[in-house]
């Protein structure tokens, strides 16, 4: 009788396709590893990924596990497809193992990855209200809520988890989301408690000295970053907040000096070069600048922020017109570059050159809205809002509801004392871009202008001061909507941030005139309106009036 091939058992095929399932991914690994040294040609690897699938699949027929689930949905999650292969085999998974922790948050983080964040916060939810004893999901759902701005449903969903409970990344978390609502003295506790329980959780650490820096105590936070420092000298973040501390302490040469012994990296070097050069200590800029030259290149970042330097700090136009003309055309730089000598340009008098840049810019990148905007403001600044409003409409003929196109056109209307058409806008903005804080901070503003929508009022300016928390102009807003709504004290506390941020905004000075007159505090009203006439009040008659009223 002739030999023939018998069928492998069930056990023996399901070896067979555990060693082939290995064996796949490890030749591709290597060939990931290797890079442009591989001898692998893409299809060969396509053909290694999609074997690996093959056997992941005979086994799951046998054997399912979560973990092999998670596997195989690893195996998408870079997929040219994106996650929807991923996040199929995630439910695919759950339908077997509804309650797995791990295939839960997973398939949340691929909601993440899609910018799905709703979805991803609903599949934790309807999770823990199956699992309510899980605190490491519980703790996920927060750092999740955290990172979708979230902070007051962050906090809450972190204090469901029992004290005793609360890992240093719960805490640490708490301490975040506390000093994101302004929290400043619970979010200096929270983290110092973090710290106590892992003192090298440097993130922690970290977010206690800027903690300690908003609170304005910098000696505490000098001392944290200079231990970090120490501890681990390569941590870049602590060495450019220890930098930007010293610069408000008006110490430039130490600060200097932390950036000369900083790494040699070019995204390090820009990072300080800005504070410098935001802090008006262009001397030091210029220095940390020549950084970018250590191995005898010269990048287009290095001409862009030599201009910066010349027309802003050494007041030399033509210098800095000199260097962006260095900017080579096929740089990312370039459009910038263009825009930078119109506004210099503009400046100068030179309306007609400064146009004729934006045209260009318009032909060269018809699909990039900053030479639409930049057309529109220099005929704003002509006092030309029709031509401004034609510019901006232009831009969205082509790029159909883009944001900030879409805001500069409200902002037109606004100037044009069309304020409907403007809200109008900002509310479109607003719904198609929920994270968009100047269009939030519009809106919310302008209902407590009007004195109506108090409360969405509120949410919006919060909202967007979360997104932009060093913005004194929004800080100034959630001030000025607390006032209306007469919650006086919470008034006064943003319109104090406020000042320290905008000092020399004279409506913000009003402002804080206003609240320190109803919250009882005359001499503090007196120096607000002060200050509003002195930084140029547009109506000095009805500050005087305030005045004379004290």
């Known amino acids: 009788m002739p030999a023939t091939d018998r069928p492998l058992s069930q056990s023996a095929q399901l070896n067979y396709d555990y060693l082939l399932y290995r064996d796949q991914m490890q030749q591709l690994q290597r060939h990931v590893t290797q890079g442009k040294r591989s001898t692998l040609t893409d299809e060969q690897a396509n053909q290694l990924h999609i074997n690996a699938v093959e056997a992941l699949d005979r086994i799951l027929t046998v054997e ?79 750092q999740m809520l955290m990172d979708a701005g979230k902070d007051a449903q962050a906090l809450d969903v972190l204090k469901q988890i029992p004290e005793k409970e609360r890992s240093a990344d719960a805490i640490y978390i708490m301490g975040r989301v506390q000093g994101n609502l302004g929290m400043r003295k619970s979010a200096i506790a929270s983290l110092k408690k973090a710290v106590a329980m892992d003192p090298e959780f440097t993130e922690a650490l970290v977010e206690l000295a800027f903690q300690y820096e908003l609170a304005k105590d910098y000696v505490s936070a000098e001392k944290i970053y200079t231990s970090i420092l120490e501890q681990n000298g ?124 934006a045209i260009k810019g318009k032909e060269l990148y018809p699909d990039a809205p900053i030479f639409y905007i930049l057309e529109s403001t220099l005929h704003k600044h002509s006092g030309d809002l029709t031509r401004s409003e034609r510019a901006l409409k232009q831009g969205l003929a082509r790029l159909k509801n883009d ?40 809106v919310g503003y302008t209902l407590a ?52 941020v905008a000092d020399t905004d004279p409506t913000i000075w009003e402002h804080y005139g206003d609240i320190a007159v109803a919250a009882g505090k005359i001499k503090e009203a007196r120096k607000g309106y002060n200050y509003a006439l002195k930084f140029g009040h547009s109506d000095t008659d009805a500050i005087k009036k305030k005045l004379k009223n004290l």
Request: proline share 5%.
């Open 449 to 500: 202008e009007e004195n109506r929508e108090l409360d969405r009022a509120l949410v919006l300016v919060t909202k967007a001061s979360a997104l932009d928390p060093e913005n004194g102009y929004i800080l100034d807003s959630v001030a000025w909507v607390h006032f209306k709504k007469g919650n006086i004290d919470k008034a006064w506390e943003y319109v104090r941030y406020a000042v320290d």
């Open 234 to 357: 390569s941590f870049p973040e602590a060495r450019l907040r220890l930098i930007n501390l010293n610069l408000k302490l008006n110490n430039p040469a130490k600060a200097l000096q932390l950036t000369l012994d900083g790494p040699p990296s070019k995204s390090f070097i820009l990072d300080a070069v800005l504070m410098f050069i935001n802090d008006d200590f262009f001397a030091q800029g210029s220095t940390a600048l020549d950084m970018l030259t250590s191995d005898g290149t010269t990048p287009a970042e290095y001409y862009f922020y030599k201009a910066v330097i010349a027309d802003e700090g050494e007041n030399d136009p033509d210098k800095a017109l000199e260097y962006l003309d260095k900017v080579a055309k096929t740089d990312r730089l370039y459009p910038h570059a263009l825009r930078f000598k119109a506004q210099i340009f503009s400046l100068q008098g030179k309306e007609k050159q400064a146009l004729e840049i």
């Open 64 to 142: 399912p596990s979560p973990e092999l689930y998670l596997e195989k949905a690893g195996l998408f999650w870079n997929h040219p497809e994106g996650t929807s292969r991923s996040r199929a085999t995630l439910k695919e998974g759950l339908a077997l193992f509804p309650d797995d922790q791990m295939l839960t948050i997973y398939l949340a983080n691929s909601y993440i990855a899609d910018n799905r964040v709703e979805d991803a916060i609903n599949v934790m939810n309807e999770y823990l209200a199956k699992r309510p004893e899980d605190v490491q999901a519980r703790e996920r759902l927060g």
């Open 403 to 442: 944001p900030e196109l879409t805001y500069e056109l409200a902002m037109t209307y606004e100037a044009m004392g069309k304020r409907v058409e403007g809200l109008a806008l900002m509310e479109i903005v607003v719904r198609s871009h929920p994270d968009h804080a100047n269009a939030l901070n519009y």
